[in-house]
C-alpha cells in the first residue's frame, strides 16, 4: 500500500501534465471543426459533378470524414499517440527507475516479496492511466458536444474514446516487458518514443494497404474507428489479440522481474 | 579529439539502429507506391478541388501522387519526423548524460575547457546527424530511381534532404541548449521530445485549419513543407531562420554552459 501511494505521487504531476495536454489537443483540435464541416459541405458539392468510379473510390471515406465523429476519430489518432507515449513512459521507467536511480537494493531490503512490488507498481500506473481516461473523457465528451452541429452517435464516441484507454493498458505493457528486456535502461524516453513512433508510423504505411493480417502488426490498428462507428462495437479479434498481449508482457514482466539479478551500486 | 572519438563510439550503436529503422520504412513505404500509381491519374484531379484541410487528414497536400516523388513527398513528413526525434534525442543527452551517469566531475577535472568540451560534442553530433542524413539522401535516391522511368528526381530529393537537415541542426542545437543551459538536466531528455512533439502537432493543426498559415514561424516542420520544396526548393526566408534558431541556441549553450553549477 505504501509503495502504491509512493508511486502514485511520484507520478502525479507529469500525469496530470500528459492529461492536460491531451485535453488541449482534443480542445485545439476541434474548435476548428465547424469551419472544417463548411468547407466539406463544398466539397461535397464538387464531388457530385464527379464520375461514378471516383466517387465511390474516395467518396464514402470524405462523408464520414466530414462528420463530427469522423473528424474526432481523425482527430483521436493523435490523442492516442500521445496516450500511447505517455502510457509505455510510465510502465517502462516506473520498473527500471529503481535500477537507474540505485534505490533498488533499498527497495528489495524491505519486507515485501518482489511480486508484491511488481504488482503495486502496476496497480498505481493502472490507477494512473485510469484517472487520465476519465478527465479526457469528461473533457472531450463536453468539448464534442459544444461544437457539435448535428446530433451525432453518442455510443460510438463513447467508444472511440475508451479504445484510448485500451491502447494505453497495451502499451503499458509492452513498456513493463521493455524495462525486463533491457535490464540496463539507462533512459527510459528514447526507447519509448523510438518504438512508438516505429508502430505510429507503420500505421500510416499499413493503412493505405486495407484489411489483412498486417492490422495485427501496429496496436494504433487495434481499434479501427471506421469500423467502430459503423457497426458499433470492437473487432472481436483485435480485442482478444490486445488481451493477449497484455497478458503475456504482464507474464514474462511478473516472472522475469521475479527471478531477475538486481545489482546493488 | 578523445572526447569526439569517445561521443562517436558510444552513439554507434544507436546510430545504427535508427538507420536500420530509416531504411526500412523508406523501402516498406515506398512499396506501397506500386498499388497507387494506377488510380494516381484520377485521384489528382479530384484532389486538387478538395478543400485544405481535407488534403490534410489524406496526408496528400498539394502533391502529385501518381509519380514517385510526389509520393516519397507524402512519405516525407514520416521520415521528417523520425530525424527530428533523433536529432533532439541526441542532443539533448550528450550534454546531459554527464550529470545523470555522475561523470560530469570526472570529465570537468580533465584538462579541457568547458567550451572545448562543448565544441567535441558538438561536432561528434553534427556527424551523426549528417551521417544520417547522408543514409537518407543515398536510401531515397536509390528506392526512387529504382521506381522512376526517365527523368531523375535527385534534384527535388537534394532539396528535400537539405530541408531535413536544418529541421535536424535545429533540433539538435535547441536539445543541447535546453541540456547545457537549463537547470534540470535530468529532464532535459523530456523537454526537447515535448517541444519537439508540440511544435509536430501544431505544424499538424495548420495544416487542418488552413486558416493560421502565420503560426508556421513557430514550427520548423512548416519550413520544409514537403509540396513546397519539391515545387520550388526551400524558401531563402525560411533557411534564414532556421540556421538563425541554429545559431540562438549556440550562443545560448555556450554562454549558459560556461557558467553552471554542475549536478
Redesign the interface.
Known amino acids: 500500500m505504501n509503495m502504491y501511494l509512493y508511486e502514485l505521487k511520484a507520478y502525479r504531476n507529469a500525469t496530470m501534465i500528459w492529461t492536460a495536454s491531451m485535453t488541449g489537443?482534443v480542445l485545439?483540435?476541434m474548435a476548428?471543426y465547424p469551419?472544417?464541416a463548411g468547407?466539406?459541405e463544398?466539397?461535397m458539392d464538387?464531388?457530385a459533378s464527379?464520375?461514378e468510379?471516383?466517387v465511390q473510390?474516395?467518396g464514402i471515406?470524405?462523408d464520414s470524414?466530414a462528420s463530427l465523429l469522423g473528424y474526432y476519430s481523425?482527430i483521436f489518432l493523435?490523442v492516442s499517440l500521445?496516450g500511447a507515449?505517455q502510457a509505455m513512459h510510465l510502465g517502462s521507467s516506473i520498473l527500471s527507475k529503481e535500477t537507474r536511480e540505485k534505490t533498488a537494493d533499498f527497495l528489495l531490503a524491505k519486507p515485501v516479496t518482489r511480486g508484491a512490488i511488481l504488482i503495486s507498481k502496476a496497480l498505481a500506473a493502472l490507477t494512473l492511466l485510469l484517472a487520465t481516461n476519465i478527465v479526457y473523457f469528461g473533457a472531450a465528451s463536453l468539448i464534442a458536444s459544444s461544437v457539435a452541429l448535428e446530433p451525432y452517435d453518442y455510443g460510438a464516441f463513447a467508444l472511440i474514446s475508451f479504445s484510448l484507454l485500451l491502447l494505453q493498458l497495451i502499451f503499458l505493457a509492452i513498456g513493463i516487458a521493455a524495462a525486463m528486456l533491457l535490464p540496463r535502461m539507462?533512459?527510459v524516453?528514447?526507447v519509448t518514443?523510438?518504438t512508438v513512433?516505429?508502430f505510429f508510423?507503420?500505421t500510416?504505411?499499413g493503412s493505405?494497404?486495407g484489411n489483412g493480417k498486417l492490422r495485427y502488426v501496429t496496436p494504433f490498428h487495434y481499434f479501427d474507428r471506421a469500423y467502430i462507428i459503423q457497426h458499433g462495437s470492437y473487432e472481436t479479434g483485435f480485442v482478444a489479440a490486445s488481451l493477449v498481449i497484455i497478458a503475456v508482457c504482464l507474464l514474462f514482466g511478473y516472472l522475469r522481474y521475479r527471478s531477475r539479478d538486481v545489482h546493488a551500486v | 579529439m578523445n572526447l569526439y572519438r569517445r561521443e562517436m563510439r558510444a552513439h554507434l550503436k544507436s546510430l545504427l539502429i535508427w538507420i536500420a529503422g530509416i531504411i526500412a520504412m523508406l523501402a516498406a513505404g515506398m512499396g506501397k507506391f506500386t498499388g497507387m500509381e494506377e488510380s494516381g491519374a484520377a485521384m489528382n484531379e479530384l484532389m486538387a478541388d478538395m478543400p485544405k484541410a481535407l488534403q490534410a487528414i489524406m496526408g496528400i497536400g498539394e502533391l502529385d501522387i501518381g509519380t514517385p516523388i510526389g509520393y516519397y513527398g507524402v512519405l516525407f513528413l514520416y521520415l521528417l519526423l523520425m530525424a527530428a526525434i533523433h536529432a533532439s534525442m541526441l542532443g539533448a543527452a550528450i550534454i546531459s548524460k554527464e550529470e545523470r551517469d555522475k561523470t560530469a566531475e570526472f570529465l570537468l577535472v580533465k584538462p579541457l575547457s568547458r567550451g572545448r568540451l562543448l565544441l567535441c560534442k558538438l561536432l561528434a553530433a553534427l556527424t551523426q546527424v549528417l551521417i544520417f542524413n547522408l543514409v537518407m539522401l543515398t536510401g531515397s535516391i536509390l528506392v526512387i530511381g529504382s521506381y522512376t522511368e526517365g527523368e531523375s528526381s535527385a534534384g527535388a530529393i537534394l532539396s528535400l534532404m537539405a530541408g531535413m537537415l536544418l529541421v535536424q541542426l535545429i533540433f539538435l542545437t535547441v536539445g543541447m541548449a535546453i541540456a547545457g543551459a537549463g537547470r534540470h538536466p535530468k529532464r532535459a531528455v523530456a523537454y526537447s521530445a515535448a517541444v519537439m512533439l508540440l511544435t509536430f502537432l501544431l505544424s499538424m493543426a495548420i495544416k487542418i485549419s488552413g486558416h493560421i498559415d502565420y503560426m508556421g514561424v513557430f514550427t520548423p516542420f512548416y519550413y520544409v513543407d514537403a509540396a513546397a520544396v519539391i515545387d520550388q526548393g526551400i524558401g531563402a526566408g525560411y533557411a534564414l531562420l532556421s540556421l538563425g534558431i541554429t545559431a540562438v541556441a549556440l550562443v545560448v549553450l555556450f554562454a549558459g554552459y560556461n557558467r553552471r553549477d554542475m549536478r
Open positions: 489537443l485545439l483540435m476548428m469551419s472544417f468547407d466539406a463544398a466539397f464538387v464531388l464527379m464520375p468510379s471516383v473510390a474516395i471515406q470524405i470524414i481523425y493523435y500521445c507515449i539507462k533512459t524516453l528514447p518514443l523510438g513512433f516505429a508510423v507503420l500510416f504505411i493505405s494497404s
